[in-house]
């Protein structure tokens, strides 16, 4: 508990009578102490958990190699659903107004067949360069293991045209 900055054995301070009753709230310091909490995982748990183990409510997963797109594909291929693919950078504007919008749409129930996926440009640079990512932001759009749509900009109005258009095609 050293890393929370408390002393050895101090969890949070307690009322003057040293004991706190069930019903009362736990000090305002705690809790913003708890959420500092940090845990390390390896980078392969990393990878697994953040394709693997997405929200069961979830339908949008982060990806960052070949080997992830490839990954999803198979399962998208298998289930008939589309895949989206959003290509960011955390430093781009645009992309990140992208990035948002796409997030919004994967929670309405029209698309909640759809899979979608973000890759970010500075930590996948494998998997950009596989796919001659030269412009942000970038979306995909697959049906199964194809590539059915391929563009650049931060357009919302046209990703969900875009999008609507596939989801024609498969109905």
Not at 41 to 58: G, Y
Request: net charge neutral; charged share 25%; aromatic share 6%.
């Amino acid at each position: 508990l050293g890393c929370l900055g408390l002393g050895p054995g101090q969890l949070f301070s307690l009322p003057a009578s040293g004991v706190r009753s069930p019903n009362s709230p736990i000090p305002r310091n705690a809790m913003n102490t708890l959420d500092r909490v940090t845990t390390e995982i390896s980078p392969a748990d990393e990878d697994r958990l953040r394709v693997n183990a997405a929200l069961p409510a979830s339908n949008v997963v982060a990806l960052r190699s070949p080997q992830d797109l490839a990954e999803v594909l198979e399962r998208v291929s298998k289930t008939g659903q589309l895949l989206v693919v959003d290509y960011y950078a955390p430093w781009c504007r645009a992309c990140q107004k992208l990035l948002r919008y796409m997030h919004k749409v994967a929670k309405e129930p029209t698309f909640r067949a759809v899979e979608f996926a973000s890759v970010d440009f500075d930590r996948s640079e494998e998997l950009v360069q596989s796919r001659n990512v030269d412009q942000l932001p970038t979306m995909e759009i697959y049906k199964g293991q194809e590539l059915k749509q391929r563009w650049s900009g931060a357009n919302t109005k046209k990703f969900r045209e875009r999008l609507e258009s596939e989801i024609d095609d498969v109905d």
